[in-house]
């Protein structure tokens, strides 16, 4: 039987919290608390727990910029952490016209919401962890997980779980249709099959979801409709 792999994208603060600069509106909160459960149980059954965190340079937030860098370089080596640098704060000025500052890496709407943090708290090592300075998973790196894995680039883990024998993931979290849709994208053309259960993502509101849910099956997502007693 193929081992299960679950992928939790940027359930954080800033996207769920009332508070939050790019928000839900706490919508998404009975999900929240869903994709808790299911990482715990795709946990004990063996299976793969792949999470990441939009993570921005603190450019709001300098207290946090020396934490930011020596993270990055210890993680990354020096020659990788230039190039991500560079990548880093190009994307973020980009999205910068488009939205308003979020995610800076340190700062309380950067952090996991609180069920899914206390998940995350109960998997340890096991838990994959990704950093990623654009919309893409691949563009991310390692920063917290199993021995072997920190520091290498989310299209690696991607491959990871292929060559142990997963065939399919399951695609959780926010926001549908901007980094959930590339994470997706980015599964499918690793060749995995990417499912959507529409319980377990969310978006500002109900539209957006919407058009979201309709361009990840455009992109080759495979789309579990909401049960209406969830």
Not at 71 to 89: I, S
Not at 151 to 157: E, K, L, N, Q
Request: negative net charge; hydrophobic residues 40%.
């Amino acid at each position: 039987m193929a081992r299960r792999a679950l992928l939790v994208i940027d359930t954080q603060v800033d996207f769920n919290d009332e508070q939050g600069s790019l928000t839900s509106f706490q919508r998404s909160d009975p999900k929240m608390r869903r994709i808790a459960d299911l990482i715990d149980a795709v946990h004990a059954e063996g299976g793969f727990v792949v999470a990441t965190a939009d993570t921005h340079p603190p450019l709001h937030h300098p207290e946090h910029l020396v934490t930011y860098r020596r993270m990055l370089q210890e993680t990354m080596g020096q020659d990788r952490f230039e190039a991500y640098m560079d990548q880093a704060y190009e994307a973020y000025r980009e999205e910068l016209k488009l939205y308003p500052p979020h995610c800076e890496y340190g700062t309380p709407g950067w952090q996991p919401t609180a069920a899914i943090a206390a998940a995350f708290e109960r998997l340890g090592d096991d838990l994959i962890w990704i950093q990623k300075p654009t919309y893409r998973l691949v563009d991310g790196y390692v920063m917290k997980g199993p021995a072997g894995m920190v520091g290498r680039s989310g299209r690696a883990v991607l491959d990871f779980l292929k060559a142990q024998g997963v065939e399919e993931v399951l695609v959780t979290g926010l926001i549908t249709p901007v980094c959930v849709l590339a994470a997706v994208e980015s599964a499918v053309e690793a060749g995995l099959r990417a499912t959507v259960d529409e319980n377990l993502v969310d978006s500002y509101d109900e539209e957006s979801h919407k058009q979201g849910l309709a361009r990840i099956a455009a992109a080759g997502g495979i789309i579990v409709p909401a049960r209406p007693e969830e």
